[in-house]
Each structure stands twice: as C-alpha cells, then as structure tokens.
C-alpha cells in the first residue's frame, strides 16, 4: 500500500531552473495538496486541487503552477527557482477533505 | 492575529509524565479539527481528529472547546517515542484545505 508518493526525495537546482516535483496517490482521493514548510514558519499551503482538471491557489502560490489531469497526480512545477524556494515540500490527500490528510515523505529542495 | 497558534515548547518531561499542550484558532467557523505528528525530518502523520464531546484514543485525549476556540491534546504516562512535535491543525467550514499552527515539541526523557 504505497498511499502517496513524492519523488524525488532531494534535489538541488540553481537559481533560474525549472523542474517538477511529482506526487502521486493510490487511494483514489479526490483532494490533493502541495505545502512547504520552512523553520519557524510550519507548513504553507501552495497549491491545492478537488478533483481531476480542477486547482486553486493556497497561500503561497508564486512561483509555482500546478496541473491535476488525473485524479492520482498531482505534480508541482518551479518555473524559475530562487533561493528563497529552498525549503521540504510536502503533498498530502485526503478522500474527502473533511477528514485527516495522509502526507508523502516529502522533497527537500535547496536552490543555490 | 494567527490563524492557528500553539506554544513552540519544547515541553521536557519524564517518561511516565503527564503533559498537555492548548492551540487556539482565529476563525469561529472552523469546523474540523486534528492533531498531528510530527517526527523529525518526516512527514506528519494524522495523530487523531478532535470532537466536539472530546475523544480518547489509548493515552491521548483531544478537546475542543468552540466558545474559547482552542483545542487541547494531553498524553498520559509519556513514552521516549513521544518525542516529537505536535501541529495543531485547522479546516475551515467551505474550504478543504487545513491550517497548520507552528507545532510544539515534545521532548521526553529517561
């Protein structure tokens, strides 16, 4: 039973690259999130999605888009990354978003 | 004013120690409420949803008190794997996204 998947694990980009982080679920949950958490300021909403075809931004969406085109993934994408993207991200799902969310294990991003 | 607020900690306690830890929310139409886990450099895990009548779960007791707006977790007879930090966490009614308060950490020791 994988429940959510986050690859990769650690990644290391330079200023200006792009790339996406991936995220997949296999519990069919409708409700998926993207979150950074960064030290002393616990975890922040980027993204979040509904269901499949369907996504809306959270707290701290600059810099980063999203797409839901299935209803098990849920892939991020930094256009041009900057330092200050440096943080652990963490995609969660839950089946109805009412109840508790299950996380992945998270991708530890540094920008240099 | 944040929206979800918990004391940072760290709490340092015996094993065998009783402990509690508040967190109090902003928004009055909050309408669901959780606990989370969080163990270093890991990801968070649910610990248990709260209710309004409160709920046990073996040495873990979740209350809420909706007048106050804030939510309570104490832990019975502590484990060293209770080592961790604590999210108090918040869903708001209309929305299915949650809030994170900055979690306490819980330091148990022999």
């Known amino acids: 039973n994988a429940g959510v998947t986050q690859t990769p694990k650690f990644q290391v980009l330079k200023t200006g690259q792009s790339m996406t982080l991936q995220c997949a679920q296999d519990?069919?949950?409708?409700?998926m999130s993207w979150y950074r958490q960064d030290p002393g300021m616990g975890l922040r909403l980027i993204h979040y999605?509904?269901?499949?075809?369907?996504?809306d931004q959270g707290e701290v969406p600059n810099g980063y888009n999203v797409s839901r085109s299935t209803t098990e993934d849920f892939p991020l994408r930094l256009l041009s990354a900057a330092p200050s993207q440096t943080s652990v991200y963490f995609c969660?799902?839950?089946?109805?978003?009412?109840?508790?969310?299950?996380f992945g294990s998270g991708t530890r991003l540094t920008v240099v | 004013r944040k929206e979800v607020e918990q004391d940072p900690g760290p709490f340092n306690v015996p094993e065998g120690a009783t402990v509690a830890f508040n967190c109090t929310y902003s928004?009055?139409?909050?309408?669901?409420f959780f606990w989370y886990r969080q163990d270093c450099r890991k990801e968070p895990k649910l610990l248990m949803s709260?209710?309004?009548s409160g709920n046990e779960d073996g040495r873990f007791t979740a209350q809420l008190n909706r007048a106050s707006q804030y939510i309570s977790l104490l832990i019975r007879d502590s484990k060293l794997s209770d080592s961790a930090t604590y999210l108090c966490?918040?869903?708001?009614?209309?929305?299915?996204?949650?809030?994170f308060g900055k979690g306490t950490m819980l330091l148990v020791s022999p």
């Open positions: 928004n009055s139409a909050s309408q669901s």
């Open positions: 999605s509904v269901g499949a075809g369907i996504t």
């Open positions: 709260v209710y309004s």
């Open positions: 966490v918040v869903r708001t009614s209309g929305y299915s996204t949650l809030t």
């Open positions: 969660a799902s839950s089946a109805t978003g009412r109840d508790g969310y299950t």
């Open positions: 519990m069919n949950h409708e409700y």
